[in-house]
Nanobody
Framework: QVQLVESGGGSVQPGGSLRLSCAAPGYTLDEIAIGWFRQAPGKQREGVACFNNNVNITAFGESVKGRFTISRDIAKNTVYLKMDSLKPEDTATYYC???????????????????????WGQGTRVSVTS
């Protein structure tokens, strides 16, 4: 079982920024799509972003559009989630997940549910508070 490696969580004031990273050992970014999810206490897991480097597709959840962006370092097989203009309601544990792509796949045209991803990270905590 592959476990993705996440980092970058922390505590920030409203309006601040954080950057999360996600690395998938054993995979290149052409072999997988990366999804970002978050879960606040007592709430369901919510889709934040989905990134497919193979066909350069990115999708974002409605609640983060215009504030969060995706970038990647191909040499490090790492995807970054940059979170700007953070709000208290962004407080949650953030998870990245990998979907193993087939030969032809436009995965991430839409946000996909958590159950469709194959591998997960351990989660990183983000707290937005004054």
């Amino acid at each position: 079982q592959v476990q993705l490696v996440e980092s970058g969580g922390g505590s920030v004031q409203p309006g601040g920024s954080l950057r999360l990273s996600c690395a998938a050992p054993g995979y290149t970014l052409d072999e997988i799509a990366i999804g970002w999810f978050r879960q606040a206490p007592g709430k369901q897991r919510e889709g934040v972003a989905c990134f497919n480097n193979n066909v350069n597709i990115t999708a974002f959840g409605e609640s983060v559009k215009g504030r969060f962006t995706i970038s990647r370092d191909i040499a490090k097989n790492t995807v970054y989630l940059k979170m700007d203009s953070l709000k208290p309601e962004d407080t949650a544990t953030y998870y990245c997940a990998a979907y193993i792509l087939g030969p032809v796949s436009h995965y991430c045209i839409i946000m996909h549910p958590p159950g469709s991803f194959h591998h997960w990270g351990q989660g990183t905590r983000v707290s937005v508070t004054s």
